[in-house]
């Protein structure tokens, strides 16, 4: 049975299309349906967390990330009694707005687009599911209920301050009232992402050799991960060893997030969503002391892979990739493909012209980066035939 503050499907905001709603799935399986026949859900499959694309097989992508992180979201959805499926719809689409080449292609971007008002992958994430996925007869995007586009708009908290362009221009015609924090299914895929990357972050810094199952012995929480497993089974395989400390350091985070919000929503004993949209805080959150732990991992994660020198040489790459091809596009908007010629015809301005660049250059996978602009501008050193 539903909580009173889970979100109700037989109630939802609606759509900023009318639909006649279908009769043997609710709006939010609807929703999510959308979100996994999108295009730009299947391009996630060559889209990269940290490492290039071509550069191993086994490493984490944004889709199989995006699967990893709707899981994690079901499982603490489901032991919280909240809407399920509207959980697992935001988690499927949250990192839909993310460029190739992962934070580094971001920042690129970013940096590219700072005259142009900027670029934020939350908010390109919504513009994908509102406008720039175009297969529908009666509209552009997706149509998505309002509980899903609020959960993608502002599953961090609160969206105050300078709003992203392509946040605020949709919120101009249906207001997600970004002020307020979302539902606490929106809450709770925000912590899914941040189990899911902590996890497997570790797993892949590890296949790629750059630290060693002693060095994360050491580190909290998987310390005593570490010692369990060896108490258990002493004498393990050196691989199976590893994978049974960090399934339990993976048990331990989502078993802290589980804990705290049954604690925190007694506490609030909300009853409705309304009453969590308007707690003044998440409801959802790590403990301090887990949270303390995790700052421990993630500086940790920062030194010895996100800037680990082979990392950083191919962020260099990247980035002179993106920086080539944005310019490129900006004085050849010809060389767009033709389904994209109807929109660069009508743009009034260069912000407009910038703001389909983006769209362009933010929807490649990173091997279509890669071969565009060889093709156009001759490989990047590292990178060429990849």
């Known amino acids: 049975m539903a909580a009173p503050y889970a979100t109700d499907p037989a109630n939802p905001r609606g759509r900023l299309y009318p639909e006649v709603e279908s009769t043997f799935r609710s709006p939010f399986q609807r929703d999510r349906d959308r979100i996994i026949h999108a295009s730009a859900f299947r ?58 080449f992962g934070h580094t292609g971001e920042e690129a971007l970013d940096a590219l687009m700072a005259p142009y008002g900027g670029f934020d992958h939350n908010a390109q994430a919504l513009r994908i599911v509102t406008d720039l996925e175009r297969h529908y007869a009666e509209w552009d995007g997706l149509n998505l209920t309002w509980e899903t586009l609020e959960g993608i708009a502002k599953h961090n908290g609160p969206v ?19 002020h307020t924090h ?86 609030l004993d909300p009853h409705s969503v309304h009453d969590v949209r308007h707690a003044g805080r998440m409801v959802i959150q790590f403990t301090p002391e887990i949270w303390k732990d995790l700052k421990v991992i993630r500086q940790f994660l920062f030194e010895r892979m ?27 908007p010809q060389e767009l493909p033709k389904q994209w010629r109807k929109d660069v015809d009508a743009a009034p301005d260069q912000i407009t012209l910038a703001r389909i660049v983006a769209d362009y250059i933010a929807g490649m996978t990173d091997r279509f980066a890669i071969q565009e602009h060889g093709r156009l501008l001759g490989g990047v050193s590292g990178l060429k035939g990849a």
């Open 160 to 178: 105050t301050g300078d709003i992203p362009y392509a946040l605020s221009a949709y919120n101009d015609r249906h207001d997600l009232e970004l």
């Open 43 to 100: 391009r996630l499959k060559h889209k990269t967390q940290v490492f290039v694309e071509h550069e191993g097989d086994y490493f984490r992508t944004r889709l199989t990330h995006s699967i990893e992180v709707a899981q994690v979201a079901r499982t603490v959805a489901a032991a919280l009694d909240l809407n399920v499926e509207l959980t697992e719809a935001v988690a499927l689409a949250h990192d839909l707005g993310h460029t190739p």
């Open 182 to 267: 979302a539902s606490a299914e929106a809450q709770v895929a925000a912590l899914a992402d941040d189990i899911a990357y902590n996890n497997h972050d570790l797993h892949d810094g590890l296949r790629a050799e750059l630290f060693s199952t002693d060095d994360l012995a050491e580190l909290p929480i998987l310390h005593d991960c570490f010692k369990r497993v060896d108490h258990k089974y002493p004498g393990l395989n050196y691989y199976r060893r590893r994978h049974e400390a960090l399934r339990r350091f993976f048990g331990i985070l989502v078993e802290d997030v589980i804990v705290l919000a049954r604690r925190n929503l007694a506490e």
């Open 306 to 332: 996100y800037r680990a020198p082979a990392v950083v040489e191919m962020r260099v790459e990247v980035t002179a990739m993106v920086d080539s091809l944005f310019p490129f596009f900006m004085e050849n």
